[in-house]
């Protein structure tokens, strides 16, 4: 089979990979409770921390820069090798979905350049990743059947040609990228791939309940926890419903999540919705002015001195206004989110 590219489509029980074949994918199995399943995913993860170790990272001037190697550390550990469980370099967050707390484990190894900026979960990035899936094989020790944790590759991407949307992700990617910054751009010509340097790198442990849960993905199984390696080159800002408001700003109550946040109370969140406050004019048409001459022009949502410092328009200097003309005040309430006028 053809390798799979990481493009993402949502579907009602989880958000899944677009595999490049997905009749040779494996048969989709029967939801299973999701407390119950991460129980068992979250056990797996632990003994992988727990049973391997980091071998090496790699530190050099290309793209090989932050390769890591992780290793199973001999029966009795006669060499004291650290484990990934102990590594100062291991870090957590949490994140609730369908009404469980999940933990995903994650390896800082860089958090990225100071200049650079961190993607929000609807952003766009351009990533490198070395994906794995973890599971159970028995095998025979001294006669007696035993189960032992296998690491099964399933996909490597060392050099990306495309930004993908996280937006159109598994859920696992959206909560981890956000936390590490992308990197700077050391060459843009010649024959090689473009080089970056400094850029965020890590490593996510995902219960399958953040990943494919019972829907599996290419080779990937059903209800297998995920283990990605990852390189954050570039952040591009999306704005997923072009109303010309980058979707960064339509996180309304700025909690991360962009799917509470709909101001019209229509169904549509506002990073998808061209209409906002739902009075019957575009987004985009509450953000226009004409100027003197004739000439039509958007306002950019914080003004010229964030989002344009280049303009020579005069009025763009100015966000997005409220509907008394207030341009300043960062609370105010834009205009395109007042349906009380337009």
Not at 93 to 121: D, F, N, W
Request: charged residues 25%.
């Amino acid at each position: 089979m053809n390798k799979f590219k990481l493009y993402l489509i949502v579907s009602s029980v989880v958000t899944v990979l677009f595999s490049c074949n997905k009749a040779d994918g494996p048969a989709i199995i029967p939801p299973r409770d999701y407390q119950v399943q991460y129980n068992t995913d979250i056990e797996t993860i632990r003994d992988y921390l727990k049973t391997y170790y980091i071998e090496s990272i790699t530190s050099s001037s290309d793209n090989s820069d932050q390769d890591i190697k992780f290793t199973k550390i001999p029966e009795g550990n006669p060499a004291n090798f650290p484990r990934i469980w102990d590594s100062p370099l291991l870090d957590s967050t949490k994140v609730i979905y369908e009404e469980v707390e999940y933990t995903i484990y994650y390896l800082k190894l860089r958090q990225g350049s100071t200049t650079g900026i961190s993607p929000t979960a609807v952003d766009d990035v351009l990533a490198s990743y070395n994906g794995s899936y973890l599971s159970y094989k028995a095998i025979e020790v001294d006669d007696v059947t035993v189960d032992s944790l296998t690491v099964n590759p399933f996909e490597y991407i060392p050099f990306p040609d495309n930004f993908l949307s996280l937006n159109q992700t598994i859920r696992g990617w959206k909560k981890i990228f956000p936390l590490f910054k992308s990197g700077q751009i050391n060459s843009t010509s010649g024959p090689n791939p473009v080089l970056y340097s400094d850029f965020g790198a890590g490593v996510m442990f995902l219960p399958s309940g953040l990943a494919y849960f019972n829907l599996g993905s290419g080779n990937i199984p059903s209800y297998a926890p995920l283990v990605f390696s990852f390189k954050l080159y570039e952040v591009r800002r999306a704005d997923q419903d072009s109303d010309g408001i980058l979707s960064i700003y339509e996180d309304i109550n700025q909690d991360g999540d962009f799917t509470n946040d709909d101001t019209d109370g229509d169904g549509t969140q506002d990073y998808l919705d061209i209409d906002d406050d739902g009075d019957g004019y575009f987004t985009k048409a509450e953000t226009k002015y004409i100027d003197s001459a004739g000439g039509v022009h958007y306002y950019p949502y914080n003004g010229a001195a964030v989002d344009d410092p280049a303009t020579p328009l005069v009025d763009e200097s100015k966000g997005v206004p409220s509907c008394s003309l207030d341009y300043i005040t960062p609370t105010r309430v834009r205009r395109y989110l007042d349906k009380t006028c337009h």
